[in-house]
């Protein structure tokens, strides 16, 4: 079955720069959510879209934004990049109706120099 | 979204049964009680989830107390391919999920 698909898998940048990260959701999903998860830390919410509108948000910086395309796809735009910003990004997407279980893709690994 | 409470670590032979419990004595009436794995950074999969009644598919079974303050999961035949990360989340709605510390399950062979 199809997963959820992130692009680009690994990411190195230097500090101050930005990055764009894509995520793919399960082909028929709607509902996309982004997490960080830090070296040695567990997971953790960014945010989440529905129908191209913001659904849900948890922790995220400022300094990051993103969005939902019609396709459904979504991108988690990161500018001013700090060392701190050094993570695995999953995405996942789920389905409205329902249970809403949430599916998760491999993740991006971000590195900042 | 409910707190849970779940061992930090916990140790099982190959190819015995698993059990790893979680406490959610917050829980409300429309939550579920989620369980999700993550094997070395990799993204986390999902494993099963149950509202009341015990569930079991190709993966685990999950057994919640009547009172549904506490639930289990069960993996039957552990395989060192278990060694992960397993963490019980509750959730009602579409919201982001709560990560909390989770166990980390070690497969002895």
């Not at chain 1, 997963?3 to 720069?17: A, M, W």
């Not at chain 2, 059990?19 to 494993?47: A, K």
């Amino acid at each position: 079955a199809a997963g959820v698909i992130q692009s680009p898998r690994h990411l190195i940048k230097e500090k101050r720069e930005t990055a764009t990260l894509k995520c793919y959701p399960i082909p028929r999903h709607d509902t996309v959510y982004w997490y960080q998860q830090g070296p040695g830390q567990d997971p953790q919410f960014l945010i989440s879209f529905y129908e191209k509108m913001q659904s849900d948000k948890g922790s995220i910086p400022d300094r990051f934004s993103a969005q939902q395309f019609s396709d459904y796809h979504s991108e988690l735009n990161m500018s001013s990049l700090e060392l701190g910003d050094s993570a695995l990004y999953f995405c996942a997407s789920s389905l409205r109706t329902g249970v809403h279980t949430q599916y998760f893709g491999p993740g991006t690994r971000l590195t900042v120099l | 979204d409910a707190k849970t409470t779940q061992p930090t670590s916990m140790d099982c032979a190959e190819g015995r049964a698993a059990n790893l419990p979680c406490n959610h004595s917050t829980i409300s009436g429309n939550e579920y009680v989620y369980w999700y794995r993550q094997i070395h950074s990799q993204g986390p999969q999902y494993i099963i989830h149950g509202l009341k009644n015990n569930e079991t598919n190709e993966m685990a079974s999950l057994i919640i107390t009547e009172d549904r303050k506490s639930s289990t999961l069960i993996l039957p035949h552990a395989t060192l391919r278990d060694t992960a990360v397993y963490y019980c989340i509750v959730r009602g709605g579409a919201d982001g999920l709560t990560f909390g510390k989770g166990t980390h399950l070690i497969i002895q062979p």
